[in-house]
């Protein structure tokens, strides 16, 4: 079992940036070699869709909207995952959810609410 914790939401204004992380961590024991892991995110009305996800081995995936505004990163020591988020705008308010790959099963994190309102 792998737990994800997000932090790092919170309101901006147009134009501004968020930094949001990811921390997993293991039920009991230890974890090793999480895969993929990414962000995902769900606005109200809408399906979860994919932000961007990052590789063990650091071979990143964006979608097409965040493309040279949002950075994914990951520390595979800490288990950590990182969205560096620049140049909101009000169509990337939702509420941004972590997810990992570990041993073939997903797990998701409870979300964070990102907010772009002036």
């Known amino acids: 079992q792998v737990q994800l914790v997000e932090s790092g939401g919170g309101l901006v204004q147009p134009g501004g940036s968020l930094s949001l992380s990811c921390a997993a961590s293991a039920a009991s024991g230890s974890i090793f070699s999480i895969a993929n892991m990414g962000w995902y995110r769900q606005a109200p009305g809408n399906q979860r869709e994919l932000v961007a996800s990052?590789?063990?081995?650091?071979?990143?995936n964006y979608a097409n909207s965040v493309k040279g505004r949002f950075t994914i990163s990951r520390d595979n020591v800490k288990n950590v995952v990182y969205l560096q988020m620049n140049s909101l705008n009000p169509e990337d308010t939702a509420v941004y959810y972590c997810?990992?790959?570990?041993?073939?099963?997903?797990?998701w994190g409870r979300g964070t609410q990102v907010t772009v309102s002036s």
């Open positions: 990052i590789t063990r081995s650091k071979i990143k």
């Open positions: 997810k990992a790959v570990y041993r073939g099963d997903d797990y």
